[in-house]
């Protein structure tokens, strides 16, 4: 089934990870960037709610001190990064906007203490109210390894049940979920669509190629399976194709995971 009706989702996550801002492992980069707040854009003009969870920071640090690319950097070294990169992550973006963006960082905490998510949900809330759009990272400044959400795909999905939306799109470097990997196979096969309750669905993950990501696509289709479950509907796609505008045409822009039931439009 490829027919999606796009006008029923309002509430939108959009995570776009480092291969999109940083394809070069480094620096941000408006090549994939510009289209895919073209896509917000679109989204704002047509009522959607949308909150965009960014990677980058750690990649944009590695740039801005210049570091080699091949150095390894341990986990006090990755906060120091972040806290040098996040800036320049929310001013690349910001470029592409008229309106204002804001920066929201949490951590795994923020989100399993109540009264941290209810602070949390309310200023999502009120940034809504402002106009503005919400970019979303892992406060990795801070995060401990017992905090860590793991990856911003997880971090997607947990901001997709804080805020209630009905949608989570995760951008990708891949045109979804494969029966293999794509970049080592040659004929391996996308699949269009997995149904909620597919027992097969972790078994699709393959190995990360991106040395600057934290996720991969086990990841993706770990927080998908959370999404799916609260019913959240979740799409995988190439964000490096703008597979996204697909949405428009109603059409599956990847691999389309189907939750346990739709979510009804407040």
């Not at 990870?17 to 408006?30: H, T």
């Not at 120091?80 to 906007?97: D, E, K, M, N, P």
Request: with cysteine; proline share 4%.
């Amino acid at each position: 089934m490829n027919d999606i009706n796009f006008s029923h989702y309002q509430k939108i996550i959009i995570k776009v990870g480092s291969a999109l801002i940083a394809p070069n492992s480094r620096a941000c980069s408006a090549e994939h960037c510009l289209p895919i707040a073209n896509f917000i854009k679109k989204c704002y003009a047509a009522s959607k709610q949308v909150i965009l969870v960014s990677s980058g920071a750690v990649a944009a640090g590695f740039n801005q001190l210049q570091l080699p690319a091949a150095r390894t950097i341990n986990l006090e070294q990755k906060q120091a990064l972040a806290a040098i990169g996040q800036s320049i992550v929310i001013r690349h973006w910001q470029r592409f906007f008229d309106q204002d963006v804001a920066q929201v960082l949490l951590t795994s905490d923020d989100i399993n203490n109540p009264k941290r998510a209810s602070n949390a949900k309310k200023t999502f809330a009120q940034l809504e109210q402002f106009g503005a759009l919400p970019i979303v990272n892992e406060n990795d400044t801070v995060v401990t390894e017992e905090l860590k959400f793991g990856d911003n795909d997880m971090l997607a999905a947990q901001v997709a049940l804080l805020t209630g939306a009905d949608l989570l799109i995760i951008c990708s470097d891949v045109d979804g979920v494969f029966n293999d990997n794509p970049h080592t196979n040659p004929d391996a096969q996308l699949i269009k669509t997995i149904d909620y309750g597919n027992q097969n669905v972790i078994g699709y993950a393959k190995t990360k190629h991106n040395p600057r990501s934290s996720g991969g696509m086990l990841s993706k289709l770990q927080s998908a399976v959370i999404a799916n479950t609260q019913g959240i509907a979740v799409t995988i796609c190439n964000g490096k194709k703008e597979a996204y505008n697909h949405l428009w045409a109603n059409q599956n822009p990847g691999t389309w995971l189907y939750p346990n039931q739709l979510k009804v439009m407040n």
